[in-house]
Nanobody, 116 residues
């Protein structure tokens, strides 16, 4: 089994920054993909950014140039640096890990609210 725990969410003003962290534990193999999804009220969960264990990244077009994903494979951790935040970034952000291609694990989520 795999467990994911997010931290770093909170309330921030437009234009501000937050850094999200996710720590994974359990039966994790070295070949995997970790990343972040978000879900706003009344909307479907959407991909924000993901990174494979060999460094390949994929970002949502709405966050390119503002968000940066990084990971520490030795610590089984993934991070999301969010800059120039906008009100439309408000959502619950979920950490995700996929291994053996089809096995997907989710954290409990952390709330990010961007408001003045």
């Amino acid at each position: 089994q795999v467990q994911l725990v997010e931290s770093g969410g909170g309330l921030v003003q437009p234009g501000g920054s937050l850094r999200l962290s996710c720590a994974a534990s359990g039966n994790i193999i070295s070949i995997n993909t970790m990343g972040w999804y978000r879900q706003a009220p009344g909307k479907q969960r959407e991909l924000v950014a993901v990174m494979s264990s060999v460094g390949i990244t994929n970002y949502a077009g709405s966050v390119k140039g503002r968000f940066t994903i990084s990971r520490d494979n030795a610590k089984d951790a993934v991070y999301l640096q969010m800059n120039s935040l906008k009100p439309e970034d408000t959502a619950v952000y979920y950490c995700n890990l996929v291994q053996y291609r089809s096995l997907s694990y989710w954290g409990q989520g952390t709330q990010v609210t961007v408001s003045s």
